[in-house]
């Protein structure tokens, strides 16, 4: 048992918090405000190597740790969850299933650009009618010849509108439910591939969440990522790693509405005593860090079994699950702790209580980690 | 050839995070985090731009300090620095700048090679900006301080400084091998990266006085002709005063009367 963090670690949190601070943080009202993606945060972040943070050297990587990727997405969701998702989809939904289950020449072509930030990655497993229940995917492939033809939609795409490799699911034999499902790498540009509608939501507001639209795309056999029906393996152990990041974004959110009210609670005066003086208020910020910690503990458990390469799925779901439910629960009462100022748009915590709301919902939501940690604790 | 700087850098506590404890007048150091100082992280990062234009550029950090400023020495590595040196002993602990300058020149001799120095102008905690000058002079090197414009022509030669002044600035042209001091207005430091933080081939050497061949009675505490007298925090000033009245004659009137009153004017 080892709760120490290594002086890597320390250095990743350093860093990023430096990072987060000066050049995140300045822009988070303005980008949520006006619904825009911090293309040039995400250059910034390339260029510090935050996109290729848990792969080895040889692809590009950083050479890094799943907990220094943890790290790296929870100070950003600190000041900007819009931002920290860009790195978490980036990393967990593309980057890691093209390491993990693509060819040696899919590695050798994609991963480099990737991992440096010069190509951004996104995932599309969701349709309108299929997201938790992934054997209702409508979108075909079929092979033609050398090519494979897709036809379908996705929706909720995390990082649509700038990626440029996205890993996608098609159904290649209906009649074999998830065992007929099948993944597939997407390049920007290629024929039939098209971005539909950008989503208008309640929180995440900087982040491109787009339609995926597939009409006739004609896409190289080549393109097949971990076989023929496999695709379901594929996407869930991609979302059993990308529960992580949604986990370290969630107690992002957490801790830094946590920190930016007890600064007001400090400053703020009533009855002649600063907020933090009166005990009952003072509790619960006991509760909340109390919380957080918890929730921090299970992020980066799940992180360490991952870099260990012990079975983590069910760490990560509770993890995920744990954190986005303190997420909601910690920045609703930070709200109200600020009173009326806290619900107008001059206090950051108004628009960390509405990102907080999606880590409850994406890459799988609470109710679907309840379901992978009960098939764990009880057996199928 | 490659074209080699040394930088020095100090580990600092941050100042910002200080308080003086007001009944002994002594620095609270417990708690307070320890960075790579202000300037010297200016001086870093002008070494990496030309490391960025011309990548075969070898760059070598030097500090002294106790073994912890290898916390410091890691930041500079993983912000692009190719290796670091650290001389660490006793024996020149509580030196003065002249001593301190003694023992790092002693320590750049021994790194052998370079083309440029850069340092810092001056540290957070001693203020004194003396160190870097005092090595150039030990060198007998060129120098010029406070830097805050910086080019080096492609012949990696002549190199053209604009050096700020109160009132007004400089333009100088000197040429290699020479020391330069950095100040803030040069450039913005850049961040650590992760592939600097998970460089496995962090290159930091810990050397002692003996390795750094440092002659014992030029360094340390009772070598040192600086003593420091006495520490004290300065009584804060009491607050201004605003003079107010109707119109501005009524004001100047007011101030003239107030000034004459405590015999001022």
Redesign the interface.
Known sequence: MNFQQTKEQEFVRKTVRAFATNEVEPLAADIDKEHRFPVETVEKMARYGFLGIPFPTEFGGAGGDHVSYAITVEELARVCASTSVIVSAHTSLCCWPIYHWGSPEQKAKYLPKLLSGEHLGAFGLTEPNAGTDAAGQQTRAELDGDEWVLNGAKVFITNGGYADVFVVMAMTDKSQGNRGITAFIVEKGDPGFSIGKTEDKLGICASSTTELIFQNCRIPKDRLLGGVGKGFKVAMSTLDGGRIGIASQALGIAQGALDVTVEYMKARKQFGKKLSQFQALAFEVADMATKIEAARLLVYKAADMKDKGLPYGKFSAMAKLFAAETAMAVTTKCVQLHGGYGYTKDYPVERMMRDAKITEIYEGTSEVQKIVIAASVIGK | MAFKIIVCAKQVPDTNEIKINPETGTLIRDGVPSILNNDDANALEEALKIKDKHPDTHITVVSMGPPQAQ?ML??CI?MGADEAVLLSDRAVGGSDTWATSNAITAAIKKIGDFDLIFAGRQAIDGDTAQVGPQIAEKLELPQVTYVEEFEIADNMKDITVKRQLEDGYELIKIQTPCMLTAIKELNEP???????????EKDIKVINAADAEIDLTIVGLKASPTNVYRSFTPKPKGKGITVEGDTEKDVAKTLLIDLKKKHII
């Open positions: 916390e890691f930041e993983a850049r961040y650590m990266s992760m592939k600097g933080i998970f460089n496995k």
